[in-house]
């Protein structure tokens, strides 16, 4: 059975919807490979709480890592990495500076990379 127009509306609104105090939307992909299930599952426990529901960021507290500045040419994967194992001095927005992430490993780091680039994707930022 194919969805109707008012549930295809619905699941693309679900899917592009903007939290409160979020400071970009951000298009879901419809869905992710197991590494990326594992980063998304990774970033909600170490990220989320900063840079705010799937990268989206958070008014006054974090930047959306779904933006065109975390473009992979402009911050390699390691760029991820580095920040969350050293912290990173504040230099393309003004929340102050990012701490070091304690208690998460580089695997980790990089299944959460993983994620953030699939979302990064599907909002057309290569």
């Known amino acids: 059975m194919q969805p109707t127009h008012s549930q295809t509306s619905t699941q693309t609104d679900e899917r592009m919807a903007l939290p409160a105090g979020a400071l970009a939307t951000v298009r879901l992909p419809p869905s992710f490979t197991e590494q990326e299930q594992i980063g998304k599952r990774a970033y909600g426990a170490a990220c989320a709480t900063c840079h705010g529901v799937n990268g989206q960021g958070q008014d006054g507290v974090a930047p959306p890592l779904v933006h065109k500045i975390y473009e992979p040419g402009h911050h ?36 959460i990379v993983a994620y953030i680039r699939a979302l990064q994707r599907e909002n057309g930022i290569n």
Do not use: I, S
């Open 76 to 111: 390699g994967d390691m760029a991820f990495v580095l920040a969350a194992q050293n912290g990173v001095r504040a230099h393309h927005w003004k929340f102050g500076n990012m701490p070091a992430v304690e208690g998460v490993t580089r695997a980790e780091v990089l299944n």
